[in-house]
């Protein structure tokens, strides 16, 4: 199956087109740009500041402008495509339709190059960067040479995104088109425009509810992404939670190859987890095929890392292969990040950790991994919500994700795509209300500097604070921290 969208030229003919990208210092635009470059066309694009991704793309040669005044949009460009990011009435896409300049979004650009590649596309309400980590490093490791567009930061593969082999070199699919990872995100059915040979859906639940009606709505959206898939006569495979995926509704009349992976013994590909020593292990047919110790705490990232063992098995890695880059991961920026530590005031040192998870499902199992791997005296989460329409239809879920937190710190909500109306519906002082009527130690502090004094004041010798959240909450991670550790592989 191809992109739902149709290009005015043909995909063979790329080579000496103008493309230009609007918020090309994104993850995923960033990557997108360096694999089209590859295949030589001409890139441009512009950002509104400077950041290591803008800095990485003009050392390769990719020009990256950051005026914002629509002076960069000329007729010689062949094709404009946006991020998610980019309101339609942004500066630059008026500018390209005065100019009759054909649009395309971010997703449909990713749907038409994966069509070029062996697609294997990660989705899922949770897990996607770390899995497509994962697996890139697998494949990296084992001489596959892949593609890979992640949207986190994992410096052991190099960052969030590299251009691989154009065949692919070595294993079950040796000379075919080269394999291209990548997240397919369930916003606004983005992942409806993506080419997946091989598809991977790790967990679905409410999320994007300022998009979607209902998790019924959703659950749809994820089985129009399955139907994506190719036949199994074509090759076409998919991975699906055997829990907490909802496949008995996505998954009847596929025709690709399907099969489960999970904790419940009836799973194709059960896993068993032994968190007292992170020790994961796959069984197929009752009999191991891996066993490994994981580098990441939590029965969630133990999945991440099953999915990612299956997969690579499937594009033709030897099992044994698999152990070592599994047992050598050092993780994904912001994802579980033991960043560093800070002395206390009464002496000895709190441990800081930095972590993206913005859903309660993802707060939950981080908080529940944390304390069981570090095991502090006392665990301090400081959360900023990310949009005013999630903390409201998910707030009592919110509430109910900080048991294992002695203390929850709630700055303001993190304002994104919402509506002037939605942020006066919900919040933040609404979040820790609720926190405190489940027996929640919470509070509200507003301005991140005065949160960072706060924890610098209260908090005692083994201490682990975790700094949770999609935004620019991140900062109160690294301001706290005295040394940044540097995790290393073992």
Partial sequence: MTSTYTLPFSTESLKGKHFHFVGIGGCGMSGLARLLTNIGVEVQGTDVVESPI??????????VSFLQDGSIISSEIDLLVHSAAIPPEHIEICRGDELGIPIVTYAQMLGIVQSQHTGVCIAGTHGKSTTVSLLSSILLHTGVDPSFIVGANCKQIGG???VGASLVPAGALKGKAGILISESCEFNRSF??????IGLINNVEEDHLDYYNSLDDIIESFRGFALRIPSAQENGFLLIAHDGAHRNIITPGLHCRVETFGFH???D?????????CRVGILRDGMWTIQWTNTMPGSHNALNAA???ILAAH????????????EHFTGVDRRLQRLGTFVCKNGGKAIVYDDYGHHPTEIEMTLKALRSAELPKRLICVFQPHQHSRTRFLLNQFAQSFSSADEVIVPHIYFVRDSEAEQHRVSAQDLVDKLIDQGSAATH???FEDIVRYVQNTARSGDLIVIMGAGPVTSIAHTLVDTIEIPSEK
């Fill in 315 to 326: 594009l033709g890695v030897d099992w044994e292969e698999i152990i070592f880059p599994l």
């Fill in 192 to 197: 409806h425009d993506h080419d997946p040979m």
């Fill in 265 to 267: 013994p009836e799973a």
């Fill in 54 to 63: 803008t800095d990485s793309l003009i050392e390769d040669g990719i020009s």
């Fill in 160 to 162: 969030s995104s590299r």
């Fill in 307 to 309: 999915a990612a063992a």
């Fill in 445 to 447: 502090i507003d301005n």
């Fill in 269 to 277: 590909y059960q896993v068993i987890f032994d968190p007292s020593v």
